[in-house]
């Protein structure tokens, strides 16, 4: 069983950063990649970035690359960051992490084992 919570999210003008975190607990977390998942009314919920647990790999939307950046704890942590940066109001939604078990990197939303409860970001204009 993993259990993951978000954080970070709120309200900010366009043009501004935000930086979510989601802490990660649980039985063998170092087995599991992370991705960040948003979902914004009426649409389908999408993978925004993912990480494996080494911090070695990574993989963006193109919507989102050279804006967000997902990183991990450098220390023996388990909180999972996404640092979004020139955020505008398309990038509002609610935010999720979610865990998958796997040795591979994740570029899709299938096959996620563990979800956290989301935080929602708004960017108004």
């Known amino acids: 069983q993993v259990e993951l919570v978000e954080s970070g999210g709120r309200l900010v003008q366009a043009g501004g950063s935000l930086r979510l975190s989601c802490e990660v607990s649980?039985?063998?977390?170092?087995?599991?990649?992370v991705g960040w998942f948003r979902q914004a009314p009426g649409k389908v919920r999408e993978v925004v970035a993912s990480?494996?647990?080494?911090?070695?790999?990574?993989?963006y939307a193109g919507s989102v690359k050279g804006r967000f950046t997902i990183s991990k704890d450098a220390s023996a942590g388990s909180t999972v960051y996404l640092q979004m940066n020139s955020l505008n109001p398309e990038d509002t939604a609610m935010y999720y992490c979610?865990?998958?078990?796997?040795?591979?990197?994740?570029?899709?939303?299938?096959?996620?084992?563990?979800w956290g409860q989301g935080t929602q970001v708004t960017v108004s204009s």
């Open positions: 990480i494996r647990w080494n911090g070695l790999s990574t993989y």
């Open positions: 649980g039985r063998a977390v170092s087995d599991y990649a």
């Open positions: 979610a865990a998958k078990r796997t040795v591979l990197l994740p570029t899709t939303t299938g096959g996620f084992d563990y």
